[in-house]
């Protein structure tokens, strides 16, 4: 592969990273509530799961979606459940005081923030569709397992640098300030886009 399909494979992905979604919302919310630390484990996350679905895709997946789609429809109603708990949940714990972040700690641990944004991610199937759409006409077919790992590695990364990027700015005082003020309207607010996002993933 050449450079600029490398290239091309991370602007576009990019692009789609930076499009607001489940993944910008979770991470706007951690930031401001639960600081940069955990912010930044959830952004991890986010690059384990996207590369996941490029690696799917890159075996090939999104041609068994469409062989298959009963698959595609299970795998994205199953998703959608688990954004709609994710919602039930920021919904429940709004009322509740914002956790206090001090430089040598953070509320939820990293892996577990990581573990949540990996299994977020994985909630939506689409992205294995999108990867898979975007490699069949960036990603030759004799592409080396080299080329191959060098297109996940920047999966990878570009994923994780974008809400990194969220990260910070949501986590700076002013943001952690206009946040702690309005948290139960913002958390029940967070908590019925996160459930509409995963009404859409499952139905269309």
């Known amino acids: 592969m050449t450079l600029a399909a490398f290239a091309t494979v991370a602007f576009i992905h990019l692009l789609a990273a930076m499009s607001p979604g489940p993944s910008f919302v979770l991470s706007v919310r951690a930031a401001a509530s639960e600081g940069f630390r955990v912010a930044t484990g959830l952004a991890v996350g986010f690059g384990i799961g996207a590369t996941i679905w490029a690696a799917a895709a890159l075996l090939g997946l999104s041609v068994l979606f469409e062989i298959v789609p009963v698959l595609f429809t299970a795998l994205k109603v199953v ?3 688990f954004l709609l708990f994710i919602a039930i949940q920021m919904w429940r714990h709004a009322t509740e005081p914002m956790p206090v ?30 990867f898979g759409a975007v490699f069949v006409g960036v990603v030759p077919l004799e592409a080396s397992l080299t ?46 886009l996160i459930a509409l996002l995963g009404a859409k993933i499952a139905i269309t």
């Open 79 to 81: 998703g959608g459940l």
């Open 101 to 130: 972040v001090t430089d040598g700690s953070a509320p939820r641990s990293t892996w577990g923030a990581v573990k949540l944004g990996t299994l977020a991610m994985l909630a939506n199937p689409k992205p294995a569709v999108f």
């Open 147 to 192: 080329d191959k790992a060098i297109v996940l590695a920047n999966i990878f990364w570009v994923e994780t640098a974008w809400y990194i990027v969220v990260a910070r700015l949501f986590s700076l005082s002013r943001a952690r300030a206009a946040y702690g003020r309005f948290k139960t309207a913002m958390d029940r607010s967070f908590g019925g």
